[in-house]
């Protein structure tokens, strides 16, 4: 049972990425999604949530660039017109037996 985010990188300010989270192992599909970020020195945040109804929920710093999305047994974060101050490890979350399961991060690089 797990999580298994893949799709950071390095992009320049102004690009895009495309960041998925896969459940192995467990169904998802009826389950609240998340993404949340950990930059350098500083406590994790949320950037976004999805219900299993695709209710939507962003934090203020992304709304309007980025864009959660949810396919089968997957969650997806399109993150466009990116910043540096978007830098930050990128995490999924959901919930399995009643606890928060973590997938284990993806670094995205915003920098020219």
């Known amino acids: 049972v797990q999580l298994q985010a893949s799709g950071g990188g390095l992009v320049q300010p102004g690009g895009s990425l495309r960041l998925s989270c896969a459940a192995a192992g467990f169904n998802v599909r009826v389950k609240p999604m998340a993404w949340y970020r950990q930059a350098p020195g500083r406590q994790r945040e949320l950037v976004a949530d999805i219900t299993s109804g695709r209710s939507t929920n962003y934090a203020d710093s992304v709304k309007g660039r980025f864009t959660i999305s949810r396919d089968m047994n997957t969650v997806f974060l399109q993150m466009n017109s990116l910043r540096p101050e978007d830098t930050a490890v990128y995490y999924c979350?959901?919930?399995?037996?009643?606890?928060?399961?973590w997938g284990q991060g993806t670094l995205v690089t915003v920098s020219s």
């Open positions: 979350k959901t919930v399995y037996n009643w606890k928060d399961l």
